[in-house]
């Protein structure tokens, strides 16, 4: 019998789990599923209607809720586990009542044996990778966060509405804390082979720094907008982690602005995890891309650092 490949355990199995869930089985991006849940009676009913679905699908996956000794042969464990942020609240006021869910999450999940990558995408993301981080004691390569990796989606989605060009030709980056201290270092920003700074100074009547700043703070403030509007945000995360796994999987190489742990780069030596380009591959953060940022785009990085290191510190392991 053959052996089953690409495990995933997916823990926590509310609106941003099950929408990577059903862009997962759409995708056919694993060939096992494993919902864990508090609420078992939740992730049952979750894979009953999964599966329902899998003759529509392309997929064969295997679909079941389990429990954490399920983790022990998973390649990777998905980690949506937590409480949803409410109205005009921020992300890092979330942290306290979310590490005590990963306190409780975690140490399980390597007790199990598990020695796959852990990909978190509970807010606030970053210091929630970092917890998982000293939690588990794994080597930082293989504890990643989604980080900026949908605001750089929302980024290139309004770019390529502005510049009327596919945002799949968008090379922009949103680098910083997954929250309020995040920015655009528009130094870095590309479109196709042009330099957007290049495209500001040869069009100066059609295109204008003060409407990309808008840009920049429409992203930074969309999931206020959203959850204002319909409560939470799912979809796009939930297929922001399905590109992160599918990296993984695939051994892809592809960049995608991940919340990894700074080994140094633009001489910030604490285990700060950030969001911030980064290869990812079948070992997880393979390479992180330091950026040759301006002065005042570098003190934007190192605000938004110091922000989220003084958060991680703020509350007790």
Not at 19 to 35: H, T
Not at 164 to 179: F, K, L, Q, T
Not at 246 to 262: C, D, G, K, P
Request: glycine share 8%.
């Amino acid at each position: 019998m053959a052996n089953i490949k690409r495990k995933i355990v997916l823990v926590g199995t509310g609106m941003v789990g099950m929408s990577f869930a059903y862009a997962a089985l759409n995708q056919s991006i694993c060939d096992e599923l494993v919902l864990v849940d508090l609420n078992i009676e939740r992730a049952k009913g979750e894979a009953m209607d999964l599966n329902h679905g899998l003759s529509f699908s392309s997929s064969s996956m295997k679909i079941y809720a389990g429990d954490y000794c399920d983790c022990t042969d998973a390649d990777i464990v998905v980690i949506c586990a937590g409480v949803n942020q409410k109205p005009d609240e921020t992300r890092l006021s979330l942290l306290q009542r979310n590490t005590k869910v990963f306190e409780s999450i975690v140490p399980r999940v390597v007790s199990s044996g598990f020695d796959g990558i852990f990909l978190v995408a509970t807010n606030p993301v970053d210091i929630m990778t970092r917890v998982t981080y000293e939690l588990s004691g794994f080597n930082a390569a293989k504890v990643i966060g989604t980080g900026t990796t949908l605001d750089t989606a929302r980024l290139r989605y309004l770019l390529g509405d502005y510049f009327e060009v596919d945002p799949r030709n968008i090379h922009a980056y949103v680098i910083g804390e997954h929250g309020d201290s995040e920015f655009v270092p528009w130094s870095q920003a590309i479109l196709g082979v042009k330099p957007i700074y290049d495209m500001l100074h040869d069009d100066s009547q059609r295109y204008k720094m003060d409407e990309l700043k808008k840009i920049s703070n429409d992203v930074r403030t969309a999931a206020y907008e959203i959850i204002r509007a319909k409560g939470s945000t799912y979809y796009g995360i939930g297929m922001a982690i399905c590109k992160i796994v599918r990296a993984i999987f695939h051994n892809e190489n592809s960049i995608y602005t991940t919340s990894v742990r700074l080994r140094g780069e633009y001489g910030l030596r604490k285990d700060v995890f950030i969001g911030n380009p980064c290869i990812i591959n079948s070992g997880g953060a393979n390479r992180i891309l330091e950026l040759n940022l301006m002065s005042d785009e570098l003190e934007k990085l190192k605000k938004s650092y110091e922000i989220l290191d003084e958060s991680f510190t703020s509350i007790n392991l």
